[in-house]
């Protein structure tokens, strides 16, 4: 018999805040952290708006000496994840039985890029020694895994924009089946520099709404244009029910159902219709048990064919559709980290009873014609919220999450 996970701790750090709490209020009330870029000259890119993070101090997850080892993308992983620890009132544990599930998308493409130019430019001497290893997506989990001394299963997924979520299931699957106790899911990402963007923008992958970058993301809405690129991190706690009953922590949630799928269909366009994002929904919904659930955080990039597919997925799955958001209007795409991101954002709304907006929804597609609680938050009494999550290549996630009896 497969154990029963559930979720007793939670962080997270975005655009819009630099913690789980102020991020989900921020969030819920509507406000956008997509500003001009300003971590690097963006004047002659086509794109130059992101949703960066301001005022992060890595040197409070760091020691000063260390900030250098790694990229960015760790730095913010490690904040969430110290927040999740804390969060989850973690003081002992045995740490053999107690492993890391990491993810990203992309990983250190700003040291990728740093240490790039400067063997191009000034010599191969001139590359840092802690390059390799600050670049790394896996080291997310190993410098968690070193800081806390977590000795259990150190897994890392890398499957895009699905890579949140593909985190937290190998992070179930591994406590379902013995391999631990307990596991720290952290995804990551911070891949907001000049060659972030100037790839992206050269796909025509990205909004180009520069003079208006707080209406620039707007899922679901018929005037959008394509997505905003954000960075962040988020991070839960999974442990057995009866770990968790036994040293009587919080319950925020439990796992319900997850499913996964792949489209088999184009490297960066989703299958007609959805259908292999549906079939993660289906997977999902038939392991919780459920025929529906009461919210779902979509996906919704703020793209013609995510937000169009997606919709057509659900539509086609639920004979009544529940009330739908996107939360990237506010903190834009974090890639990598998405999944891990809205997952926290998910259960928040689950324990908080109000479902986040989806900003900027302010014309309507004739084709995305479903609840997307447009612009205004509302208040709810959920048992149950699915979350999306697509990658390129065609690779799908989908969790659900319900409330803990």
Known sequence: MLRRIVVTGIGMINSVGLDKDSSFKAIVDGKCGIKKITSFDASNHPVSIAGEIEGFDPEIVLDGKEVKKADRFIQLGLKAAQDAIKDANLSEFDNERFGVSSAAGIGGLPNIEKNSIASHTRGARKVSPFFIPSALINMLGGFVSIQYGLKGPNLSSVTACAAGVHAICEAAKTIMIGGADKMLVVGAEAAICDTGIAGFASMRALSTRNDDPQRASRPFDNERDGFVMGEGAGALILETYEDAIKRGAKIYAQIAGFGESGDANHITTPSPGGEGAKRAMVAALKMAGLESVDYINAHGTSTKYNDLYETMAIKSLFKNPPPISSTKGQIGHCLGAAGAIEAVISIMALNEGILPPTINQEVK???????????????????????????????NGVIIFKKAK
């Open 365 to 395: 597609d004739p084709e995305c014609d479903l609840d997307y609680i447009p612009n205004v938050a509302r208040r709810a009494d959920i048992q149950s919220v699915m979350s999306n999550s697509f990658g390129f290549g065609g690779t």
